[in-house]
Every structure is written in structure tokens, then in C-alpha cells.
């Protein structure tokens, strides 16, 4: 293995001299003229007022994680307690035996079609409720959260935030809606790797419907998209942009010092996305904990340290979401701001997160779903919402930030933002970027690899192709411009939406069973430990 990505890397490397010395503008311009229609097409704008459109495919976005909110009953909120329960491990023995099995519940498990692809430690899967929950999220909690927030602000000010936070609480229903289907639908091989997402519960839903067809069309659809966001948005923006803070913070004059970060980034990323899901749970269990700690704690510093401020942050948040004190647009701007980059951030109703959530070993697919619903609360409510207070608090005065000016460097406004309070925090906002974008780009890895794999077909020869592809790619993201190669990623990101939101919205009651089935489980076991049998967690 490491022959042949030594091979590759030796091959790659006066590609990558050529194309950052002479014609990286040219790739540029020619790849924007092939791909343009396809990221207009996406990113069409509908005419919300006199200032402001909307993306469409912001309107499905929201208009799912609406239906969602209200068709499960607001699972959002009446779930979130029950997610916290689960994630501790306090259903795990229901999860890996069976309630019917542990304590005689009569919703027997054995009639569902992927409880039986047999294993031997009797609950498929390869990752626990907690390494599921930080491989999703690893994926989602990055540079959005530092460079995108400033963006919005700048764009819909304070207002922005109230819009941003709702986004990320009506997308809760969404993460539970699709990762429930994602565990639901998986594919189990026969040495126990898991194979899920969007593609598989598009084509299996679909064929217990009668929609075999349609179906079939939608998965491959999502197939492409992902891949091709796996290899941009989720892989050479990031390389790009970490890649940029470290040259800049260092200062870094020579041309080629991107290329060697990204040939480093590349090693580091490799040593872990080789190892499969489990290997990569194994290490987002551990980073991703640790670089939101670093980024909440500075946080936290700052609006200690601006105590008294808070108060009148929130009035600005509030004030500024129901007037738009002054923002082009008004009301209805502020709105568009807050619930996009809310909605863009945390990925709900995009499919992806489902393809990492379903490798989690569980009997039960509302489970996972439960957990799930986590994720946007943790990425937009507390992480993007600390970005935005930090911002507001410290700028006050106008001092770096004209509210309703747009801005494009949104990292750097960031760290000018913690600046203020914590001298040179730009080293400590430059590794979290870094951590970030590695994250982003080791979970990215796999649901790319998700899609490859349903197209080109299971075994080690298409998981290797693809890996060194993606390799590939982190050396180019952080070597050359991006522009419209970035453009046209992200446009394959948010078409992940269009086939995803379908498939979710027509399986809705096959979602709403599994989460009764669920729920009837918890119950059984709770009344079983209420009539004295034995706490069987105890002995796991």
C-alpha cells in the first residue's frame, strides 16, 4: 500500500509544479465554462423581493426539515433527551440483542431486512452511537463555522444569528429522518463492513414501493453528486484553505509551499482513511471533541471576559432578526442570510451524514436517527452561535466589520475578532483550521468512497482507486486556485438535496414505524426494570 501512494505522489508532483506555475487560471477558466450552467442550475436564485433571491435548493432544504418538525411530531426537541440517553449507552443492551429477546417484547425484529445479515456479535455494525455521531460531525464542524458565520454577519448582521439557529433546529428532524433510513436500508458484507446512505435506502425503499426504477435513477444521481463533493468541497476547499492560514500565518513566500503541505496533509490523511470507517471513528472520537473544545473554550474566554456585553448582544441578535436595523433587504435579507448559512453548515437534508451514521452497530434504525439529531444542534445552535456572540461582542464598535458590507475573508475576520481579547489567537485559530479541514476531509473520504463503491462495485482494487484519487486531490486543493472547480463542488454538495429530500419524503412512514418500534423497546425494557429484572447494561 504505501508502495503505490509513494508511487503516486512521485507521479503527481511536476503535474502540480506545471499546474501552479502557468495554468492553474487556464484549468480555471476552461473547467468554469464547461461546468458553469450546472452550478447556475443549482444555485438558481428565485426572486424573494426587490433585493434579495433565494436558492431553491435552500427552499427544499427548509421546506423538508419542516415537514419533518411537524410529521414526527417534533422530534427535535421531544427527542433530545432520549439522544443524550443513547449516546451514554443506556439502551446499548437492547440495541445489540433485541428488546424481544432481553425481555420478552412482542415487536419481534426477525421480519426486517437488514437485522438478520448475520454477525457474530449479534448487532450489525462497525461503530458505536458516539464514533458515528463524531464521524458525522467531523464532517460538518469546519470551516463554516469560523469563515462562514463572519460571511453571513457581514452580509444580514446580528439578526443573522436568531435565522441561523433556527435553521439548525428545524434541521434536527432532518438528520434524525435521514440517518434512520440510512441504518434501516444498509447493506452488511459478509466480513462485517457496512455499505450505506442515501443510495441504498433510494433503491431498496423504492423497490418495497413499487418505484424500483426511480429509485435506481435517485441513488446513482446521489452516487455522482457525492463523489464529486467528496473530492471538492469536501477535500480540496479545505486543503486549500488550511493550506492558506499556514502559509500566511507563517509567512510562507515560496510558491511551492502549499504543494508540500498538501503532500503532508495527504500522508496524514492516508494513515487514516486507509483503516476503513473503524479507523477514522477512532480518530474523529477523539479530534473532534478536542478541536470544538479549543474552539468553545477561546470562546467562552471571550464572553467571560465580555460578560456584561452579552445581554445586549442577544437584543442585537433579536432586534436585528424582526427589523433588519438597516441591512439591504430588510427583514426578509436577514432571514435569507441566517437560515442559509444555518442550513449550509449543518448538511441537514443533504444525505451525507446518513452514509456515516449507518455503520453504527445497533438492532434498532430510530436509534441511530435519535443520535443523529444531535449533530446540527452541536455544529449550528452552540458552535456557529459562539462564532456569531464572539463577533457581535467585539465589534461593537464598528471597529473591523460594517454591517450590510459583504466581506470574502471570513477566517481572517474571525481571527481579527478573537484578537481582541486573546493576543495572537491566529495560531491558535490556524490549527483549528487545520483540524478542521482534516476532519472535513477524512469523513468526506469515506462517503465519497460510499458512492464509488455503489457505482464501481465492492472490494479492495475500487476502495484503493478511489483512495489515491482522493489523495490525489488533497495535494491539488492545497497546490493550485480553485475558483470555479470549488463552484461546481459545492453545487454537486447541495444537489445531493434534490434525490435525498425526495427519497426521505416518500419513506417518511417507513421512518415513523422504525421510530415506534424503537420506542416500544425503551419502553418494554423500562417497565421489565420497574418490575425488578436485572439492569442487563450492568453486564456489557
Known amino acids: 500500500m504505501k508502495k503505490y501512494l509513494l ?20 484549468v480555471d477558466r476552461i473547467f468554469k465554462d464547461y461546468t458553469g450552467w450546472f452550478v447556475e442550475a443549482i444555485f438558481y436564485e428565485i426572486p424573494f423581493s426587490e433585493t434579495y433571491q433565494i436558492p431553491w435548493v435552500l427552499i427544499v432544504l427548509m421546506s423538508g426539515a419542516i415537514f419533518f418538525t411537524i410529521y414526527f411530531k417534533f422530534i427535535n426537541f421531544t427527542g433530545f433527551k432520549k439522544a443524550i440517553n443513547v449516546v451514554q449507552g443506556k439502551y446499548e443492551d437492547i440495541e445489540k440483542h433485541g428488546a424481544d429477546t432481553l425481555y420478552g417484547d412482542q415487536t419481534s425484529n426477525e421480519d426486517e431486512n437488514i437485522f438478520e445479515t448475520l454477525r457474530d456479535d449479534s448487532a450489525h455494525g462497525e461503530v458505536s452511537h458516539f464514533q458515528a455521531l463524531t464521524a458525522a460531525l467531523s464532517a460538518t464542524v469546519g470551516l463554516g463555522n469560523i469563515a462562514g458565520v463572519a460571511v453571513a454577519l457581514s452580509i444580514g448582521g446580528p439578526g443573522a444569528t436568531f435565522w441561523m439557529i433556527l435553521a439548525g433546529l428545524l434541521g434536527m428532524a ?18 462485517g463492513t457496512v455499505y450505506g446512505g ?55 513566500e515560496n510558491q511551492d509551499a502549499g504543494m508540500y503541505f498538501g503532500f503532508v496533509m495527504a500522508i496524514i490523511v492516508a494513515i487514516v482513511i486507509i483503516g476503513g470507517i473503524k479507523r477514522i471513528a477512532r480518530v474523529t472520537e477523539k479530534i473532534v471533541p478536542f478541536m470544538a473544545g479549543i474552539y468553545v473554550l477561546a470562546s467562552l474566554i471571550i464572553l467571560i471576559a465580555n460578560w456584561s456585553l452579552i ?7 433579536y432586534h436585528g432578526a424582526f427589523s433588519g436595523l438597516g441591512i439591504a433587504g430588510g427583514l426578509v435579507g436577514v432571514m435569507i442570510q441566517g437560515i442559509r ?22 438492532k434498532y434504525a430510530a436509534s441511530e436517527g435519535i443520535v443523529a439529531l444531535l449533530e446540527p444542534f452541536v455544529d449550528t445552535v452552540v458552535i456557529c452561535t459562539m462564532t456569531a456572540l464572539v463577533i457581535v461582542i467585539t465589534n461593537f464598535d464598528g471597529g473591523f466589520m460594517e454591517y450590510g458590507v459583504p466581506i470574502k475573508e471570513g477566517v481572517e475576520l474571525t481571527a481579527v475578532a478573537f484578537d481582541t481579547v486573546i493576543p495572537h489567537f491566529s495560531i491558535v485559530l490556524t490549527i483549528a483550521v487545520i483540524l478542521f479541514a482534516f476532519s472535513t476531509m477524512i469523513s468526506w473520504s469515506y462517503y465519497g ?55 426521505v419524503v416518500i419513506l417518511s412512514p417507513v421512518i415513523r414505524k422504525e421510530l415506534e418500534k424503537y420506542m416500544d423497546a425503551i419502553n418494554v425494557k423500562k417497565e421489565a ?12
Open 198 to 252: 442515501p443510495m441504498y435506502y433510494l433503491t431498496k425503499g423504492f423497490q418495497e414501493k413499487g418505484m424500483k426504477g426511480f429509485g435506481k435513477v435517485l441513488a446513482v444521481l446521489f452516487a455522482i453528486f457525492v463523489i464529486g463533493g467528496s473530492f471538492g468541497g469536501g477535500n480540496m476547499f479545505q486543503a486549500n484553505q488550511a493550506a492558506a492560514q499556514f502559509t500566511k500565518l507563517f509567512n510562507f
Open 7 to 26: 508511487s503516486i505522489f512521485t507521479l503527481i508532483s511536476p503535474i502540480l509544479i506545471f499546474a501552479q506555475e502557468s495554468t492553474s487560471q487556464q
Open 529 to 540: 426494570l420497574e418490575d425488578g429484572a436485572e439492569d442487563l447494561t450492568k453486564h456489557m
Open 311 to 317: 445581554d445586549d448582544a442577544f437584543s442585537l441578535i
Open 341 to 362: 448559512r444555518g442550513a449550509f453548515s449543518n448538511e441537514a437534508g443533504v444525505g451525507s451524514a446518513a452514509i456515516a451514521h449507518s455503520a453504527v452497530r445497533t
Open 174 to 191: 432532518s438528520k434524525f429522518a435521514e440517518c434512520t433510513l440510512g441504518v434501516k436500508y444498509r447493506d452488511v458484507g459478509e466480513d
Open 449 to 503: 468512497m460510499q458512492g464509488w463503491v455503489f457505482l464501481f462495485g465492492k472490494g479492495k482494487l475500487s476502495d484503493l482507486i478511489y483512495k489515491i484519487l482522493f489523495l490525489f486531490f488533497v495535494v491539488v486543493g492545497s497546490s493550485i486556485s480553485l475558483g470555479a472547480v470549488i463552484d461546481f463542488s459545492d453545487a454537486m454538495i447541495f444537489a445531493m438535496v434534490v434525490p435525498n429530500i425526495i427519497g
